[in-house]
């Protein structure tokens, strides 16, 4: 199908004896192209790397994205009408590689060249071309210069057709004849025209050889072409010689030579005059102002012609490039030169060279600047200073990659920047507080924030990829270190520990155990953890409390906890140590047996409980753990003293610990037990039948708890450390109240008044009714509900208690809630 492409898409130009096609990128860009050549008869012939080197076709992307297609208007299927040289070109364009539903352009370029000389070259990229006017010459001065050539060819004149029919190749080994047919096997483009033959041959070619010409090489074909012209067989000289090298630099400066006087193109003549040379860019020719502006130099002297550019001068550019992930540049100029000279066997000669130069690559690390601003908790970077030429497409942030567009769901935000230069950065900001900054505790004060994201580029049109990665360190005086409080029951030690800033990747520990809720739960600890603090609670005579001394009077105990960063690091500790009384460490038998627990202490390294002793040696503990010994024996044993005091008879023995050769102990516990004598008990009792039973109203005071309960169950009360409570709206509360200090089954609780009110004055205003009259609140929504309570073994007495439900509800006041209340 064909497709009215923009004319902005498309433009053409003419170059001498060259024309250009631009597609422009604004439409091509990311598009899969082809080309092909159209012929007078409207044939289309798809043009290919061989095809293109064969009949004079140039195809390239520029810096800017563009494609450029070049012709010679010698090419293959170039219309010549009147000096007026016609080339058709078919463009297909789609966006799949399989070319399916291609949009298909025809642009067809007329340009007028004239008048031509006698003998003209083109140096192109990809090819070299060599044309000559085609007259008959004189045969004698031929026959004299090259007689090899004519015996070559004679035979298979008189067979021959009119046309171009054979070349004779000169090579160092001999010459080698090849028919019109075969040589455009072999990739050579030959073509005749009413006045010009041409020869076109890639640098490649086989029958191509390599000369230094001054130091520079030059890729030379030297050929005779024959063709049958009526009665004649003429033969021309078309010999063709091109530069590949010859390109030097420094760190500020190109410098091209181009020798003169090239042993290929200059056989036979022995009189050479300049008649011009001239340079150009992008095959625009250069006026000798414009060319002093942009600072280049052209210089023509007897040998050669020499052309200085410095790197970075207008007219080229700088293009982005990728080495072993490195991002650098190289400068490219796309130059040209045209030489004409005049000799006494040619005439004039006219020379173009087409020179792409590339400077080798420098290595250009990105440019981060960190504008991070702590005050306002921003990390600002930006990355650059790249060439329009590069993307940024993708960013990897712990280990996950994401897209530009993705990336502000991670809370970064990335956007471009432009310089007046045409340059651009990247600018990457985000919050300090998103997850993904790294926080590390530094000081007692100050926290790192540390930004790690690598950045993924591309380079247009070539597709290459480097990346970059930032690492952006920030130190922020804002450390909050977590506290801790404690207290003690008669059973167990607690300690709150109330989370700063820096600990939430710390790690409790107790001892060598770290304090998770499965060894917690192991160890039948109990831990309340609610992200903003927690609560360990631990019983007294468990493994990790440690007894700092034991008298018989009681214990003191402590609780000690460290909080390590993620390398196990010892980061802060925190304890709680109370003095206990317990009963069961001493026990005095009516039988006259003892019976002591002896209990490891804090700070006596290697100490063995197996080997406490009493004050007879020979007396063993009865149990042994890794924390304590119990001994079990009669008072009359073991080295058990015993005096008198009053009507109270007392026996006294030590627990002992002594170092292997040591008489003296570093640990010693006195125990005693304490049996009354010379008591005398009178017991007097007699029998009757009991009253019947009466209630009398009194007065006094009751001892009562009322505790809040977290489900119906009613097993599990909230701590004091868990005030308060937060709940929702409608929410289930679920109270007990419990009578006290009474052992009486007789008596029954009843709750004859309760209501919430909105402050801890409990007859302020407003006021809402639970119980009233001992009896449930039954309005609508917010029904008291009574729960039954059974005997356990937690509950002796079911009557004693009295438990009920309602929901949360909200405060009402003139019409209005009171928030929060």
């Not at 004849?177 to 005749?192: P, R």
């Not at 042993?263 to 008649?275: H, K, V, Y």
Request: glycine letters at 4%; proline letters at 5%; hydrophobic letters at 35%.
């Amino acid at each position: 199908r064909c497709l009215n492409i923009s004319l902005g898409s498309l433009s053409s130009e003419c170059l001498g004896n060259l024309l250009r096609v631009i597609l422009h990128s604004e439409y091509f860009e990311d598009k899969y192209l082809t080309f092909a050549a159209v012929d007078q008869f409207g044939i289309a012939q798809e043009i290919d790397e061989t095809l293109a080197a064969q009949c004079g076709y140039t195809i390239e992307y520029n810096y800017w994205g563009n494609i450029e297609f070049r012709a010679s208007i010698l090419s293959c299927h170039t219309h010549i009408e009147s000096d007026v040289y016609t080339v058709a070109i078919q463009i297909q364009a789609a966006t799949d590689p399989d070319m399916k539903n291609a949009a298909t352009h025809l642009k067809t370029v007329r340009c007028p060249y004239g008048p031509w000389h006698s003998r003209e070259l083109v140096c192109e990229t990809n090819y070299m071309e060599v044309s000559v006017k085609r007259n008959v010459p004189q045969i004698t001065d031929l026959l004299q210069d090259e007689p090899e050539d004519w015996a070559l060819a004679f035979p298979e004149a008189t067979a021959g057709a009119v046309s171009i029919w054979q070349v004779v190749f000169h090579l160092p080994t001999g010459r080698k004849a090849l028919l019109a047919s075969d040589a455009l096997h072999a990739g050579y483009g030959l073509n005749t025209t009413d006045t010009r033959i041409l020869l076109r041959a890639p640098f490649n070619a086989a029958e191509a050889q390599l000369v230094k010409v001054q130091g520079v090489t030059f890729s030379a074909v030297r050929a005779s072409t024959f063709y049958k012209q009526r009665w004649m067989i003429l033969m021309v000289d078309t010999a063709v010689a091109c530069p590949v090298d010859g390109v030097d630099y420094t760190n500020e400066t190109i410098t091209w030579t181009i020798p003169k006087n090239l042993q290929p193109l200059s056989a036979g003549a022995t009189i050479f005059s300049d008649l011009l040379v001239e340079m150009g860019v992008d095959l625009h020719k250069l006026a000798a102002r414009e060319t002093a502006s942009r600072k280049y130099v052209l210089l023509n002297s007897t040998d050669a012609i020499t052309i200085q550019i410095p790197i970075g001068a207008e007219g080229g550019y700088y293009k982005t490039h990728v080495s072993e992930g490195q991002h650098g540049t190289k400068y490219n100029i796309n130059l040209f030169l045209e030489h004409q000279w005049e000799d006494n066997r040619w005439g004039v000669t006219k020379h173009t060279i087409i020179k792409k130069i590339e400077t080798p690559f420098k290595l250009v690390p990105p440019t981060i600047t960190n504008y991070t601003n702590s005050s306002i908790r921003l990390v600002n970077v930006t990355v650059g200073i790249f060439l329009p030429d590069v993307e940024l497409v993708n960013l990897t942030i712990d280990a996950t990659t994401v897209t530009v567009p993705e990336a502000l769901q991670y809370g970064y935000k990335v956007y471009e920047t432009r310089y007046p230069n045409g340059s651009k950065g990247y600018v990457i900001e985000t919050p300090f507080d998103v997850p993904l900054i790294k926080k590390e505790y530094l000081t007692e004060d100050t926290r790192l924030y540390t930004l790690n994201v690598t950045l993924g580029f591309d380079v247009q049109p070539t597709h290459e990829t480097f990346s970059v990665p930032v690492i952006i360190i920030s130190p922020v005086q804002d450390a909050v270190l977590p506290s801790a409080r404690g207290f003690c029951d008669k059973e167990n030690l607690y300690l709150t520990v109330i989370r700063g800033n820096v600990d939430q990747n710390w790690l409790p520990f107790i001892s060598n155990l770290s304090l998770s809720p499965e060894a917690a739960q192991k160890h039948n600890y109990r831990l309340d953890d609610n992200g903003t603090h927690f609560t360990i609670r631990v019983p007294l005579y468990a493994p990790h409390i440690l007894y700092e001394e034991i008298h018989p009077s009681g214990i003191r105990a402590s609780l000690h906890l460290t909080m390590k960063d993620n390398t196990l690091a010892d980061m802060t500790d925190f304890s709680i140590s109370c003095r206990f009384s317990p009963e069961e460490l001493i026990e005095c038998l009516p039988n006259g047996t003892m019976s002591i627990t002896a209990l490891k202490l804090a700070g006596i390294e290697d100490l063995d409980t197996s080997l406490f002793v009493l004050r007879d040696r020979q007396c063993r503990p009865a149990t042994v753990t890794e924390k304590s010994a119990t001994f079990i024996f009669s008072v009359n044993t073991c080295g058990t003293s015993r005096k008198f005091e009053n009507t109270v008879m007392i026996y006294e023995n030590d627990v002992s610990y002594f170092r292997p050769g040591s008489t003296t102990p570093i640990y010693q516990l006195k125990c005693e037990c304490h049996y009354i004598i010379n008591e005398t008990i009178f017991v007097q009792y007699g029998t009757k039948n009991n009253p019947a039973p009466s209630i009398n109203p009194g007065f006094g005071t009751l001892a009562l708890i009322l505790q809040l309960y977290r489900d119906k169950s009613y097993s599990d009360s909230y701590m004091e450390t868990e005030y308060p409570v937060v709940k929702y709206l409608k929410e289930a509360l679920y109270f007990e109240v419990e009578l006290l200090q009474s052992e009486d089954p007789q008596l029954e609780l009843y709750l004859e008044d309760c209501w919430s009110t909105t402050s801890q004055d409990r007859d302020s205003s407003p006021q809402w009714s639970i119980i009233t009259n001992s009896c449930e609140n039954a309005e609508d929504a917010y029904q008291t509900t009574f729960h039954k309570v059974d005997r356990n073994s937690r509950v002796k007495f079911p009557t004693h208690l009295k438990r009920f439900e309602v929901k949360m509800f909200t405060f009402m006041q003139d019409g209005k809630a009171l928030l929060e209340q």
